[in-house]
């Protein structure tokens, strides 16, 4: 690691222990904070004036030698916290735990993420991006007692994959636009699936993929354009219109038979169509779900800000009438 990047300190400076410390001859209070904020077995190393080092732990050191203290590394903080709590001794609810039983918190934690991330909290970010950590690390200890992988497995692996698709950053390939790294991206990913120009499942493969791993809206989406580069596409957004009309009254239809099973399948056909929509719209058909979600919850908000009584109590007519002072108000506000 490089000098460049050691705080060099010489009293009681606060201490910022997740980066590399060079200190000059601390003083014994300045050893006393860092015993107060360290184990006594962190190792250190003595730093002599010719260059040499001595190996000893925090424990050992004596006040007037400058010292070098490695930095703390919490992503290791939290692998062994999390193996304490998996532990014989360690919380009931965790070693009851299961690579299946973390799954939704795995996609509650990711769209937190997402949340904070729109909400343009950096704090708030941080605390999702370390509770979306822990769920990674969780489940890469539940595989580790199993004998299946490590932690550092996951971590290798993805490192290799980013070289190994990013020839033109790691290699010897050149780029000229971001349209042909992706082009890059998706030659090598199908290769390293086996995959071919001339294999006849290619695209089903992948298209399966999409409707398994990914939330619905997403994966129609992702289906939609994949299934478009390929040439199944409409020759214009008329067709797109044409099908959606046609999806509806079917839906109709469907609605009118009292059959729960076809009616559920219409319902979805026509919201694929809708996925396509806005695809030719150049629209986001998650982000405008989302955006109508909580303009729904704001207006219910300013409603129950001007009510008198409970929602609930107000007959439909009245509640119709708050429901547009709200869209109003939220409307003039925006203004």
């Known amino acids: 690691m490089s000098l460049q990047v050691f705080q060099v300190l010489a009293s009681q400076a606060p201490l910022d222990l997740y980066r590399p410390l060079l200190l000059l001859k601390p003083s014994a209070a300045c050893l006393a904070g860092l015993r107060s904020q360290l184990p ?3 190792p250190v190393q003595l730093v002599y004036a010719d260059g040499t080092a001595q ?49 939704p918190y795995v996609i509650e934690e ?37 004998g299946q992988f490590t932690l550092h497995t996951v ?47 290619a695209l089903s493969r992948t298209l399966d993929r ?29 067709g797109v219109w044409a099908k959606f009309e046609e999806e509806l009254q079917e839906l109709h239809e469907a609605l009118a038979t009292g059959d729960p099973a076809q009616s559920q399948a219409e319902l979805g056909d026509l919201l694929f169509t809708l996925v396509n929509l806005a695809r030719w719209a150049k629209l986001d058909p998650s982000q405008a779900l989302q955006g109508t979600n909580r ?27 708050l429901w547009q002072q709200a869209k109003a108000h939220l409307r003039d506000r925006l203004e």
């Not at 050149?174 to 991206?185: D, L, P, Q, Y």
């Not at 990914?214 to 957004?237: C, M, N, Q, R, Y």
Request: aromatic share 6%; net charge negative; hydrophobic share 40%.
């Open 40 to 42: 006594p077995e962190h």
């Open 55 to 103: 190996a000893l732990t925090l424990s050992e050191v004596q006040p007037g030698a400058s010292l070098y203290v490695p930095p703390l590394d919490p992503v290791a903080e939290l692998v062994e916290i999390v193996a304490k709590l998996r532990a014989p001794d360690g919380c009931p609810w965790d070693r009851a735990q299961t690579p299946l039983s973390l799954t």
């Open 110 to 146: 990711a769209y937190e993420v997402v949340d904070a991330i729109q909400q343009g909290e950096p704090a708030a970010i941080a605390e999702e991006l370390g509770d979306l950590l822990l769920q990674v690390v969780l489940q890469a200890q539940l595989a580790s007692e199993a």
């Open 155 to 201: 971590a290798r692996s993805i490192c290799e994959k980013l070289v190994r698709r990013h020839p033109h950053v790691f290699g010897n390939a050149s780029v000229s636009s971001i349209e042909e790294v992706h082009r890059n991206w998706e030659q090598i990913k199908a290769a390293e699936k086996g995959e071919s120009d001339t294999d006849r499942h």
């Open 210 to 238: 999409y409707a398994r791993t990914l939330p619905p809206l997403l994966a129609a989406l992702k289906i939609s354009v994949k299934a478009a580069s390929t040439g199944f596409e409409w020759d214009s957004i008329e």
């Open 295 to 321: 303009r729904f919850v704001q207006r219910l908000q300013q409603m129950e800000a001007v009510a008198e009584q409970p929602l609930p109590s107000y007959p439909l007519a009245e509640l119709e009438a």
